[in-house]
């Protein structure tokens, strides 16, 4: 591990936003393990590893259990049986398949905040109160307002919208 960038336990809990306790579970559990121990007993972590701990948060988000998860990674290790890898791709063609459809219905909301919006940014109300498709607002209107749009999200995006905490998003 010679000239190898490594890092402790706490800098990656840090990085990756978990509690030291959930590495040396997971460490215990076979899901991930250190690049090497220093003479004092102390747990080094390479960008590997972190990586590793990325996949799981992300598949644990996904609804994967950690019995999934330590499966799905034997398998990516090319561990394991055929049946075990053919289940795992069954059950990751189901995550996906829901995955995809909550990217559709996210989306579908977007654009329906971004329609309030506008609405908002062009005086706050229209005749028919509908959320969704409005007749009152012309097509062309999103397209002439959604520059400032952009740029109100990069805005936010970029690390606040210095509206002081009116909001919430300082906090």
Do not use: N
Request: hydrophobic fraction near 40%; aromatic fraction near 4%.
């Amino acid at each position: 591990m010679e000239g190898e960038l490594t890092l402790s336990i706490g800098e990656v809990a840090r990085r990756c936003g978990l509690a030291t306790s959930a590495l040396r579970f997971w460490e215990a559990e076979g899901l991930v393990r250190p690049a090497h121990r220093t003479a004092s007993g102390y747990r080094r972590y390479d960008a590997e590893t972190v990586a590793r701990v990325r996949f799981i948060l992300r598949a644990q988000a996904l609804g994967l259990s950690l019995t999934e998860v330590r499966e799905l990674l034997r398998a990516a290790d090319g561990e394991g049986e055929e049946s075990v890898r053919e289940r795992l791709r069954h059950l990751l063609a189901h995550k996906l398949a829901e995955t995809h459809h909550q990217v559709e219905e996210l989306t579908g909301f977007a654009a329906q905040l971004e329609r309030v919006w506008v609405r908002l940014a062009r005086g706050g109300h229209c005749e028919c109160r509908h959320l969704g498709e409005c007749s009152c607002l012309p097509p062309e209107v999103e397209t002439i307002e959604r520059p400032r749009l952009v740029a109100e999200l990069q805005v936010i995006a970029g690390g606040g919208c210095g509206c002081g905490a009116r909001c919430g998003c300082a906090s």
